[in-house]
């Protein structure tokens, strides 16, 4: 450039570019065995300080995705292995892009503990990433039962009620309660249990009477000669 006298002049435009990193917390949650679990990740856009205005480069829409062990990206429908520490496959991760939402789907559903932590990254409009793991926690659930007695005259039927989370207000009925609320025992499972560990409807104790699972009661028909304290027999059942 030149002024009138033609004398020329010359001057420097130099752009200066802030760096922007976008953030993300760590998450978890924590759930009974069984119970499918999930947390909804925050991602925050990179703030920069502009000539005194506060800038902020936000996170690309539906950008989340997760990755697999070898920090591949996943497709968004793609379903992600979880193991345990051992690295035994205890279950299933997938996320939903609209809402960020990492969800834990149980596969083992005896394994109680921490699960390693699902990888998820985002990016911002300037394509910048930023990653941060979801870590589901399962605790066990142990349902319980009461053992239940009855008395009778010799050579007579006796009979005990298997009753499912009721207060055990009665020595003569067999309670079941289960170990948490969001799980339920699974009343079709009710079975007796053999001294060999077999599932079973009837046993038979020699010298003392026949045991059997009849219409949710145990019954017992004991040998005409017999009298005494029985053996007993073990009763089972499964929770969800």
Do not use: C, H, W
């Not at 079709?188 to 009837?202: A, F, M, P, Q, R």
Request: proline fraction near 5%; charged fraction near 30%.
């Amino acid at each position: 450039m030149s002024d009138t006298n033609g004398t020329s002049v010359k001057t420097t435009y130099t752009p200066n570019i802030l760096p922007v990193k976008p953030k993300a917390k760590p998450s978890k949650s924590t759930a009974p065995q069984g119970i499918k679990q999930e947390e909804t990740l925050k991602f925050t856009g990179g703030k920069v300080n502009i000539n005194g205005t506060e800038e902020t480069v936000k996170i690309k829409e539906k950008s989340a995705r997760l990755l697999d062990n070898d920090g591949n990206v996943l497709s968004p429908e793609s379903k992600l292995d979880a193991f345990n520490s051992d690295g035994k496959k205890v279950g299933e991760y997938t996320i939903d892009l609209t809402t960020n939402k990492v969800i834990y789907t149980p596969t083992d559903l005896t394994y109680v503990g921490e699960v390693i932590p699902a990888i998820v990254r985002a990016e911002d409009e300037n394509g910048i990433t930023v990653e941060t793991t979801y870590t589901p926690n399962i605790t066990p659930v142990e349902p319980t039962g009461d053992n239940s007695k009855t008395t009778g005259n010799q050579g007579e039927k006796q009979v005990s009620k298997v009753v499912f989370d009721t207060p055990d207000e009665d020595d003569t009925t067999l309670n079941f309660n289960k170990g948490d609320e969001k799980i339920n025992i699974k009343k079709d499972t009710l079975t007796l249990v053999n001294e060999k560990g077999e599932k079973v409807s009837k046993i038979e104790n020699k010298g003392e009477g026949t045991y059997e699972l009849v219409n949710g009661e145990i019954v017992f028909t004991p040998e005409k000669t017999f009298v005494g304290v029985a053996k007993g027999v073990k009763v089972q059942v499964l929770d969800q």
